[in-house]
């Protein structure tokens, strides 16, 4: 399996602009987590799903931010209308059983909002 | 509100030398305790996972222990390498709902 694929690897965008970051998980896994690393605030979970349904978004920092899970193989994350202070590296991990079995994460996507 | 620290935030130490990195935790009522390492612009990858009901895990150079009643983890790494040098990070599983609480980590430096 390629891992948890995520795209695009570096954004560079302009205040106010939307913003729409992809993950593809790990086929068979049934959950799916999104997390946000900044130096200030460590790696906190935004989101998380379990087949498909969104099961937890108290992460979630403002309205401005929103995820979708359409089927099992595709995740979005968007920010409309970003803002500097979203700037940091978001994270998409999956994993088959949530509690029991370990979290795989991908590779991140580094946002730069100028 | 799970809270985790690890400490030191910083360690550097000549290769061949013993690893100690510490984690605490605020609340005892974990599903799992999860240590991961992260090298620079790169994600996350899984070392080692401790169940709630276990003591310790192992994997080749590595060893982390759990006491759960006192909110401890310590990850051993035996005869460090340079290859060694990355973040490692503490992260803990609520007994509720699986949502992980990470630590900021602890760099490691091991000097060739």
């Known amino acids: 399996d390629a891992g948890v694929i995520q795209s695009p690897r570096h954004e560079v965008t302009e205040m106010g602009q939307e913003v729409t970051l992809r993950c593809k998980p790990i086929?068979?896994?049934?959950?799916l987590f999104w997390y946000r690393q900044t130096m200030m605030r460590g790696l906190e979970l935004l989101i998380y799903?379990?087949?498909?349904?969104?099961?937890?978004d108290s992460g979630m920092p403002e309205d401005r931010f929103s995820a979708k899970m359409p089927n099992a193989s595709f995740s979005t994350l968007k920010i409309q209308p970003s803002e500097p202070r979203d700037s940091a590296v978001y994270f998409c991990?999956?994993?088959?059983?949530?509690?029991?079995?370990?979290?795989?994460f991908g590779p991140g996507t580094r946002l730069t909002v100028l | 509100k799970q809270e985790v620290t690890q400490i030191p935030a910083a360690l550097s130490v000549p290769e061949g030398e013993n690893l100690v990195l510490n984690c605490s935790f605020t609340?005892?009522?974990?599903?799992?305790l999860q240590w991961f390492r992260q090298d620079p612009g790169k994600g996350l990858t899984s070392l080692l996972l401790?169940?709630?009901?276990?003591r310790e895990q192992t994997s080749g150079r590595l060893n982390a222990s759990l006491d759960k009643s006192s909110g401890r983890s310590t990850l051993y790494i035996a005869a460090s390498q340079p290859g060694d040098s990355a973040t490692y990070l503490c992260?803990?599983?609520?007994?509720?709902?699986?949502?992980?609480?990470f630590g900021a980590g602890t760099t490691v430096t091991v000097r060739a």
């Open positions: 991990a999956s994993s088959r059983l949530a509690g029991v079995d370990t979290q795989y």
């Open positions: 086929s068979g896994h049934d959950y």
């Open positions: 799903f379990n087949n498909n349904v969104p099961i937890d």
């Open positions: 609340d005892s009522a974990i599903y799992n």
């Open positions: 401790i169940q709630s009901s276990q």
């Open positions: 992260a803990v599983s609520g007994s509720n709902d699986y949502k992980l609480s």
